[in-house]
């Protein structure tokens, strides 16, 4: 079965650190770019940027970079996502998703999410 | 403040028909493709367009896209009450050299 299975719930302190992870099967992951996309409560989907694990060749939004950093380690399949200072507006639920880059680019498989809360 | 717009909400009776627009400029839908995606509350997000107008396997033909300049339109024909969820437009935007989505708009079913 091709999907995307995040990691769990996680709960923070602010100005903690933070690496979230996507595992990719039944597709070739390397062969794929993979993205990350934030929804904090209640708001809606915030492209976040997006890696070719084949190479690691990475692109951000420019809301977001140097604000996290997009990682992949292609020989367990897996993407992360990961933070080094934490803040309580990083509060969100964070999806992972297979890209298609093209003209356009989209989105066409999709982790169940990975709910972030940092919190004091 | 979202780089494509959209409407917050549109509604319809069940069987009508609804549209959804997406404004966008020549940084983006003017030049590259348009994707749609539609959201349950509490569930991951769901590839229904791409490439303006194609639908991915299992998608069914209720659900179209077309784009005019610097515009795209999701259409909903015979609306059902599953169809209730927030939809979301997305393209690249050349200027930012990464992806951008709409507001997102909810779709209720009356």
């Known amino acids: 079965e091709v999907q995307l299975v995040q990691s769990g719930a996680e709960v923070k302190k602010p100005g903690e650190s933070l690496k979230i992870s996507c595992k990719g099967s039944?597709?070739?992951?390397?062969?794929?770019?993979i993205g990350w996309v934030r929804q904090m409560p209640g708001k809606g989907l915030e492209w976040m940027g997006i890696?070719?694990?084949?190479?690691?060749?990475?692109r951000y939004s420019p809301s977001f970079q140097g604000q996290v950093t997009i990682s992949a380690d292609k020989s367990i399949t897996t993407a992360y996502l990961q933070w080094s200072g934490l803040q309580a507006s990083d509060t969100a639920m964070y999806y992972c998703?297979?890209?298609?880059?093209?003209?356009?680019?989209?989105?066409?498989?999709w982790g169940q999410g990975t709910l972030v809360t940092v919190s004091s | 403040q979202s780089v494509l717009t959209q409407p917050p909400s549109v509604s319809a009776a069940p069987g009508q028909k609804v549209t959804i627009s997406c404004s966008g400029s020549?940084?983006?839908?003017?030049?590259?493709?348009v994707s749609w995606y539609h959201q349950v509350p509490g569930t991951a997000p769901k590839l229904l367009i791409y490439?303006?107008?194609k639908r991915p396997s299992g998608i069914p033909d209720r659900f179209s896209g077309s784009k005019s300049g610097t515009s795209a339109t999701l259409g909903i024909t015979g609306l059902q009450t599953g169809d209730e969820a927030d939809y979301y437009c997305?393209?690249?935007?050349?200027?930012?050299?990464?992806?951008?989505f709409g507001g997102g708009t909810k779709v209720s079913v009356l």
């Open positions: 490439e303006d107008n």
């Open positions: 890696i070719y694990p084949g190479d690691s060749d990475t």
């Open positions: 997305g393209a690249w935007d050349n200027s930012l050299s990464a992806g951008v």
């Open positions: 039944g597709y070739s992951f390397s062969t794929y770019w």
């Open positions: 020549s940084s983006n839908i003017g030049n590259n493709f």
């Open positions: 998703a297979r890209h298609r880059l093209g003209r356009g680019g989209y989105f066409d498989l």
